[in-house]
């Protein structure tokens, strides 16, 4: 039996609203709520020596940059019912293969995204993390928008 | 409009930083280039002790840790994959940053003009003892990365910088207390010649030359980069372009030439190989010549030693090995186990000797370019064999070696950094005053000639491994504790790929 709901952030609205959707499934379900925000980062990008010294620093930066900005407002607000059994969590990656890992790993039910509010070239060029998610998940994805 | 008094005052400037320069190279070069005369051989035919030096490092550890360099690929493929990195590490500097971190150092202008300068003073056989020494080289950039892994130094604030200074201090004070001094003053004498490196090879060789392709794909002498003061306009546009990076932090234009020079570098190899394919009648005849004329070359040349001199100097020059470069570059990896980074390096001499340096090679020799005294050795002997197939191709040569001088700078002026700030301690001033003399001999690489600036740059670079691998003679046993160790550990499963971990 799955015993989560996974949902992922990205500071945007859709994602804060995704957050609520998912926090509403979680009470009704009995379940855990795990809230992800995800660095975009590749491990095959191109870097300069300097980048490289720096980049344990940086990481860190990132790192904290997402759990203050992104997740702590969120976790805050949604846990103020008490209710709820919230876990924030903070990784580097691709978006998309990240969180199904994270689905993975905390045995997820579903994952909860907000879509992202970019335009339709981009979407054309570069793909969206919804879209790719659907592509890549082995448990279903709700879209939020 | 110049008016023909501008344009005299003009030609003299170039000519004065020439002539200002040319008898200090000719000192540095004598010196470091000490050559042992083989007259009984040939005539002329001169052995430079400090190839020697680089040759016996590599063959060296080649026996010492039986051929690591070729047990070490198939794990390297394996690492740079990232099979062996923690989920949780990610957003770290990974295996595969950290080596094309390094290659985009490594791949210059070696590759194209020394190349070049290797075959036309050494005939077709230069190829082969090229390639030789970049087998060999593998081996000594392995032990000079895990070495550079091991000693690495995080500072305070959490970044993490190695190389041979650090090695040199650090391991060598931890292998007896009575090296302790010694290791300080191999590291102080590394930082020195380090800093004439960044300056020589790294930069003053590479805007040079950077400089005649582009003036010879604009119309040479008659096109628009023919003027007198050409040399020093084109030296100050680019020592604006690298200070914009590495002073003003315009990190963009950084990210854009770390975006094309790996595309670039495929666009190279795709060039030579439509050279090859254009002439692949002649390519068994060519790698025949390439063996042949190995053992007995046409007269000329210098006889086997000539041969092979020009080739190992060549080869030394273009991937660095020995000279401890490599180490500071490779440093920052995120490992538990110096000897990870150790594997991946020996991939470097591999991609930009035995791959790169030969397809050039192979250009030239099948097109016979090399035998043609019309073009300076050089550059030009690779343009001028691209251009018996592709009009066109030199233009984009010329754009190529612009970007490769141009990241090999950005390279440069990092390690002539770490070098800085290890003599001078870490502050702005140093900071500043290193990046804006780094600007400086830009426009003098530039606007200086051929033979003055490739003498000194090579003799200064070459420099570099005198200290260095004293120090890797000390610390073999170290390195092979750490390498077999590690390769223990992987072979009886203490070490798994992630996917096999539970």
């Not at chain 1, 689905?103 to 970019?118: K, Y």
């Not at chain 2, 923690?86 to 791949?107: I, K, M, W, Y």
């Not at chain 2, 019309?374 to 550059?379: E, M, Q, R």
């Not at chain 2, 004293?470 to 073999?476: E, K, T, V």
């Amino acid at each position: 039996m799955p015993d989560s709901i996974l949902v992922g952030l990205d500071g945007s609205e859709s994602s804060g609203r995704a957050a609520d959707a998912a926090a509403d499934a979680a009470r009704r379900h009995h379940l855990r709520l795990v809230v992800a925000c995800v660095v975009p980062w590749s491990p095959y990008s191109f870097t300069t020596a300097e980048e490289n010294e720096r980049r344990p620093v940086e990481k860190e930066q990132e790192a904290t940059a997402a759990r203050e900005r992104v997740l702590d407002p969120v976790v805050t607000r949604l846990s103020q019912a008490g209710d709820l059994a919230i876990e924030g969590v903070v990784r580097h990656g691709h978006p998309a293969e990240t969180l199904v890992r994270l689905a993975r790993e905390h045995d997820a039910a579903w994952i909860t995204v907000g879509r992202t509010g970019q335009s339709r070239v981009r979407t054309l060029l570069f793909g969206s993390t919804p879209s790719s998610l659907i592509q890549l998940s082995p448990i279903p994805v709700l879209v939020v928008p | 409009m110049t008016s023909p008094s501008d344009s005299l005052l003009a030609a003299t400037f170039d000519e004065r930083v020439d002539g200002f320069f040319a008898p200090i190279s000719d000192v540095i070069t004598t010196v470091v280039f000490f050559a042992v005369p083989l007259d009984f051989i040939d005539e002329g035919v001169e052995l430079p002790i400090i190839v020697v030096w680089l040759v016996i490092a590599g063959l060296f550890f080649t026996i010492y840790l039986r051929g690591f360099q070729f047990r070490a690929f198939r794990h390297a493929i394996q690492l740079i994959r990232g099979r062996y990195d923690d989920p949780r590490d990610a957003g770290e500097v990974t295996h595969f940053q950290a080596l094309a971190t390094a290659v985009s150092g490594t791949v210059g202008l070696g590759n194209i003009a020394g190349v070049g300068v290797a075959i036309t003073l050494g005939g077709p056989g230069a190829t082969f003892w090229m390639i030789v020494a970049g087998l060999l080289g593998m081996c000594t950039k392995g032990v000079e990365c895990t070495l550079g892994v091991k000693y690495r130094n995080v500072y305070p604030d959490g970044r993490v910088s190695g190389g041979p200074m650090y090695y040199l201090t650090k391991g060598l004070k931890e292998k007896s207390p009575r090296l302790g001094t010694f290791g300080k003053v191999l590291a102080v004498l590394f930082c020195i010649f380090t800093l004439g490196g960044a300056v020589g090879g790294g930069n003053m060789f590479q805007a040079n030359q950077a400089f005649s392709q582009a003036q010879s794909v604009t119309g040479g002498a008659d096109g628009p980069l023919g003027g007198g003061a050409a040399g020093a306009v084109f030296g100050l546009v680019l020592a604006v372009l690298v200070g914009a990076v590495i002073i003003g932090g315009i990190r963009s234009i950084a990210r854009v030439t770390d975006k094309l020079v790996p595309f670039m570098a495929v666009f190279y190899v795709v060039a030579c190989l439509t050279v090859l394919f254009s002439n692949a009648g002649q390519i068994p005849e060519a790698f025949a010549s390439i063996v042949t004329e190995a053992f007995s070359p046409e007269a000329g040349y210098g006889g086997l030693v000539g041969v092979l001199i020009q080739g190992f100097r060549r080869a030394a020059f273009s991937n660095e090995a020995g000279l401890g470069s490599a180490a500071i570059a490779h440093s920052a990896v995120k490992t538990e186990h110096p000897a990870t980074e150790g594997h991946v390096a020996v991939l470097e001499p591999f991609i930009d000797t035995v791959v790169i340096c030969t397809m050039t090679a192979l250009a030239i020799v099948i097109t016979g370019t090399y035998l043609d005294d019309a073009s300076d050795a050089g550059v030009q002997t690779t343009s001028a064999a691209f251009e018996t197939v592709v009009s066109w191709f030199p233009v984009v040569l010329a754009i190529a070696v612009v970007l490769f001088a141009y990241s090999t700078m950005l390279a440069w002026s990092y390690y002539g950094l770490k070098a800085a700030t290890y003599l001078f301690g870490e502050s702005m001033l140093v900071d500043r005053t290193w990046k804006l003399v780094f600007c400086l001999f830009v426009v003098i690489g530039a606007s200086s000639t051929l033979d003055a600036v490739i003498g000194f740059s090579d003799s200064m670079i070459f420099l570099m491994s005198l200290p260095n691998i004293i120090g890797l003679y000390i610390l073999a046993r170290v390195v092979k504790r750490e390498i077999n160790g590690y390769r223990d550990r992987v072979e009886n499963g203490e070490i798994l790929p992630v996917a096999d971990r539970s």
